[in-house]
């Protein structure tokens, strides 16, 4: 399943969030699409958690399957 464009830039908030806090930078808010997101140090394992999540509907597939129509026949 695609991710939206509000969820893509979300993901990439996070990550760049999580690229920080274990670099050692102190995040407090990440802001994005009008949302707030509030981190403080012991919030990695919550992060960690968040991006997997949209890591894995960005990989999941749908299941179910396409329905085709068949060739179209034109009695005369």
Do not use: C
């Not at 994005?32 to 990989?59: C, F, H, M, P, W």
Request: hydrophobic share 40%.
């Amino acid at each position: 399943m695609a991710l939206s464009p509000a969820e893509q830039t979300q993901l990439s908030n996070f990550r760049d969030a999580y690229a920080k806090l274990i670099a050692g930078g102190q995040v407090a808010e990440i802001t994005s699409n009008g949302r707030t997101v509030k981190y403080n140090k012991g919030d990695i394992g919550r992060l960690e958690t968040a991006i997997a999540q949209l890591e894995d509907k960005a990989a999941r597939v749908d299941d179910a399957p396409v329905r085709r129509r068949g060739a179209l026949h034109i009695h005369l």
